[in-house]
């Protein structure tokens, strides 16, 4: 079992970046996609973006598109989030969480588990 830990969230002004940060301890997580997602307060659980299992591929949801940068580092265990040009709408928190499947790359929330507890972005209008 995966334990993943993220950290990065805060409080910006819209046109703000963060980057946020999802250390994996357990086993190994190289295998796996990992995933950004988020929820937003009375709304579902989003996919944000994902990273194949050795950085190659990527996913963007269209809503974050030219804005977010999604990438990893195997070698320190942890995947990162880069956002830059937030705007409220992005506010929530956000998740990680590693594919269960390894060697694969479908952005399919249902697929991921080993869920980190999340660090909250808000972002001022």
């Known amino acids: 079992q995966v334990q993943l830990v993220e950290s990065g969230g805060g409080l910006v002004q819209a046109g703000g970046s963060l980057r946020l940060s999802c250390a994996a301890s357990?086993?190994?997580?190289?295998?796996?996609?990992m995933g950004w997602f988020r929820q937003a307060p009375g709304k579902e659980r989003e996919i944000v973006a994902v990273?194949?299992?050795?950085?190659?591929?990527?996913y963007y949801a269209d809503s974050v598109k030219g804005r977010f940068t999604i990438s990893r580092d195997n070698a320190k265990n942890t995947v990162y989030l880069q956002m830059n040009s937030l705007k409220p709408e992005d506010t929530a928190v956000y998740y990680c969480?590693?594919?269960?499947?390894?060697?694969?790359?479908?952005?399919?929330?249902?697929?991921?588990?080993?869920w980190g507890q999340g660090t909250q972005v808000t972002v001022s209008s």
């Open positions: 969480a590693a594919d269960r499947t390894p060697y694969r790359l479908i952005p399919d929330p249902a697929g991921f588990g080993s």
């Open positions: 990273i194949s299992w050795d950085g190659s591929g990527t």
């Open positions: 357990g086993r190994t997580f190289v295998t796996d996609a």
